[in-house]
């Protein structure tokens, strides 16, 4: 019986915190984008939701030749699905979400492409930190793999050195809104 | 005796009825978008032009090196038969340093197992890019390539590409005093090659 006890002690303390097991499914993915290239996570939670993590290079002026150096780009969002249906096979999931961001990366500036003694960026990467809202579809195909197509608004603000005054700006990051209808394609996997 | 094998034949052919009659091969559109890197590895270029002084100057260098740009494309298309679709692509593409094209290539590509089931794919793509500074001014691109093919639905496929392109151009040239263009007549040699290796993500519907 002394043998046992410790046994039948730590049994009882055991049982007493009964934690919530639940089977979540687990993604992981390729970002694409005009805003930039990464990788995603996902996990689903209780109650029709799941979040996102995403780390992901800014690629904002390097298409058009304006920039040659990335900046870092990192973001977390809640999504709610709010209608599942699905036809031919395939799962269609419409979701909306809420999160943050942050990142050390380029602001808009005016200009498309470069051009000699042109429209290069000028301004220096800065630190971004910004409060999101996604809007988005997700097609599941086999179980296995998922193709997300999403929107993105950022609204918040870009602080960065201001080198030939000496002082540091802040001021609103204007990508997060400009860049808001830019189609976003994550080919995740599903586990 | 002869009854049982009659009726063993017929048993044995009774699995037939099951098995679709082939359809006949009709096309089908397809439509895709495509993105990825480009990785340019090898350039080379000779150049033998007369300047306005009227010296000659002759410039051949070739060798390694590693430029990233990157792709997007869109396409459009028909599905000849099930091993075989044929494509127009166009889009944006980078070459080198600030050298950026509009290219319209028409690819071809071969499905080793049928394209509704996943597998193997190559294809040869081929066609000219418009210079995005002077549109008017082309060069000629060459593609060959491999990847693998998803069939995630009926209508949706995902594909995973990697080709090597070859770029042909004949760039303009500036002289090195005056900064204006070398006319064509005092241009013996221009050719430009650049090599990369492009590795890329399909959807096709």
Known sequence: MRRKSPIVLSMIILLC??????????????YSSLKGIGAVFEHSRPGNCFNCYSAIMDIYGMPTGRSNMP???FSFSHNVIYRESERNGVIYRLYWGTGGSMGFLHDFEKGLFASPGGTVLRRNYGFMAAL??????????????SIDLRFTGEFGFHMRRDEIHGNTDLACYLNGLFRAFHPQLIISYLF | MRRQVIISILLLLLPCLALPAREPGTASFRFGIEWGGCSTLYTAMHQNYTVEDGYRVDENHAGGTFIGNAQMLANAGVNITPH????????????????????LTLRGTYFFKDMHCDG????????????CKNLSDIC??????????LALSRAVSLEFLACVRLTLDSPDIMDPDTGKAIPAENIRVNNARYGALNFSVALSF
Not at chain 2, 120 to 131: A, N, P, Q, S
Not at chain 2, 140 to 149: D, E, K, P, V
């Open chain 1, 17 to 30: 915190f009964c934690f919530r097991a639940e089977a979540q499914d687990y993604s992981f993915g390729l």
């Open chain 1, 71 to 73: 900046g870092a780009h």
């Open chain 1, 132 to 145: 999101d809202g996604n809007y988005g579809c997700k097609f599941i195909f086999r179980d296995e793999l």
């Open chain 2, 84 to 103: 075989i679709a044929l494509a127009a692509y166009s889009g944006l593409t980078g070459i080198s340093k600030d050298f950026r094209v509009v290219p």
């Open chain 2, 120 to 131: 193997m794919l190559c294809y040869l793509d081929g066609g000219v890019g418009l210079k």
């Open chain 2, 140 to 149: 000629t691109l060459l593609s060959a390539g491999t990847g693998y093919h």
